[in-house]
C-alpha cells in the first residue's frame, strides 16, 4: 500500500486507484468502466444502486470492492420480513442483580460496517428502505432517541432487479437519491464470458483478493478529491446541463441541488483518477447519465415514443444536446 503522504497528491492518488481498479478487475471480467464508476463512487464519499438483472456480477463486484479495501463488510440480504431493528441494530436489555435498577446496551446491527451490501434492496418493505435513509445521508443511526455514528468509511452498495415486480417494493424518490450513481453491469461479451465458464472468478479468485487500501489512505483519497478545483466554465456547463433536466418537456421533475452536488463530487473523483487536480468539462459530460437519470421523474402523458420516457434516455439527449465549453 502507498502511504497517506504519497495520496494527497493527484499523481500518487491516480497510480493508488489504478492498483484498486486492476485488483477489482481480477474478480469482476470485461468490465473496466463498471468497476472505474463503483470506484468513483466510493472516492467520491457516495453510496452505489446497481440496477440490473440477475447472474451479471452484481453481488461479485460489491464483494471485490469491499475485499479490496482493508475494512469491515457486512452483507445484509433484504426480505420482505427484514425490520429495521434487524438492520440497524437495538438496544437489548442487560442482565442485573436481583433489585438492581435495569441496564440496557446497545446491540448495533449489521449497518455498522466500512462497506455494507444491502443485496436485493427492493425486496425490504418501505419501513426497512427507509431505515437507511439516515445511515447514507448522515452516517449515523438513531435507536430509542440515542444517535450512533456509523464508521468512518462508510458506504452502501445495493443492488436490485429491475425486471421483478412480483414481491418487490420501488425504492422512494427520497432514497434513491441517496445513491450517487446508478449503474448497469450488463452482459459480459463472448470472450470474457468464456473465460468466466473456464474459471469461475466468484469461487477462485474472489477468496483471494487482497486490500490495495486501508482506511486511513481512502480517507486520504477522500479528501484529495474534495480539492480538485472546478474553473468558472466548467461550473456553468454543470449547472447548464441540470438546468436543461429542469426545462425539458418529457421530465416532470429535475434533478436537484442535491444531484447537482453529486455530479461535481463524481467529476472531482474522475478527475483525481486521470492523475488532475482540476475538473475538465468531460469529467462532467461522462458520469452525468449515471449520476443524474435516477434523479429526475418522466412525464407519463400519452404521445411520448416509449424510448423517450426512459429517463437516460433523455438524459442523454440532453448532454449531446447542451454545448461543452472549450
Known amino acids: 500500500m502507498q502511504s497517506t503522504e504519497q495520496l494527497v497528491t493527484s499523481r500518487g492518488a491516480a497510480d493508488a486507484i489504478a492498483r484498486w481498479q486492476v485488483e477489482v478487475e481480477r474478480a469482476v471480467h470485461g468490465k473496466a468502466e463498471v468497476v472505474r464508476r463503483a470506484i468513483l463512487c466510493l472516492v467520491a464519499k457516495g453510496h452505489v444502486l446497481l440496477d440490473d438483472v440477475p447472474g451479471v456480477g452484481k453481488t461479485t463486484l460489491a464483494q471485490a470492492l469491499a475485499r479490496t479495501i482493508d475494512g469491515a463488510f457486512r452483507r ?3 426480505t420482505s420480513d427484514l ?3 434487524d438492520l440497524l441494530g437495538m438496544t437489548m436489555p442487560e442482565s442485573t442483580h436481583p433489585g438492581a435498577a435495569p441496564s440496557f ?3 448495533p446491527g449489521p449497518i455498522f460496517g466500512n462497506l455494507v451490501l444491502a443485496d436485493e434492496v427492493n425486496r425490504a418493505t418501505p419501513k426497512t428502505q427507509s431505515a437507511l435513509l439516515e445511515a447514507m445521508s448522515d ?3 438513531s435507536i430509542d432517541g440515542v444517535s450512533h455514528d456509523l464508521p468512518d468509511p462508510f458506504f452502501v452498495v ?3 432487479n429491475p425486471l421483478e415486480h412480483h414481491g418487490t417494493h420501488p425504492l422512494p424518490e427520497s432514497q ?6 446508478r449503474l448497469t453491469i450488463g452482459y459480459p461479451d463472448r470472450e470474457h464470458e468464456a473465460r468466466v465458464l473456464s474459471h469461475d472468478p466468484s469461487v477462485h479468485t474472489l477468496p483471494t483478493l487482497s486490500p490495495t487500501l486501508g482506511l486511513d489512505q481512502l480517507r486520504a483519497l477522500q479528501d484529495t478529491a474534495e480539492a480538485v478545483k472546478l474553473e468558472e466554465s466548467v461550473v456553468g456547463y454543470l449547472l447548464d446541463l441540470v438546468t436543461a433536466t429542469r426545462d425539458h418537456e418529457a421530465l416532470a ?3 436537484s441541488t442535491r444531484g447537482a452536488l453529486a455530479l461535481r463530487r463524481a467529476a472531482q473523483a474522475s478527475a483525481l483518477a486521470d492523475g488532475r487536480d482540476y475538473c475538465i468539462p468531460e469529467d462532467v459530460r461522462d458520469l452525468a447519465v449515471d449520476v443524474l437519470a435516477h434523479r429526475v421523474g418522466v412525464h407519463t402523458r400519452a404521445g411520448l415514443p416509449s424510448a423517450a420516457e426512459e429517463p437516460r434516455w433523455i438524459l442523454n439527449e440532453i448532454v449531446d444536446r447542451v454545448a461543452v465549453p472549450f
Open 176 to 181: 434513491l437519491d441517496r445513491f450517487l450513481m
Open 83 to 85: 425490520l429495521p431493528g
Open 158 to 160: 445495493a443492488t436490485q
Open 105 to 107: 446496551r446497545f446491540q
Open 139 to 141: 452516517c449515523t443511526v
Open 76 to 78: 445484509v440480504q433484504f
Open 253 to 255: 421533475l429535475g434533478a
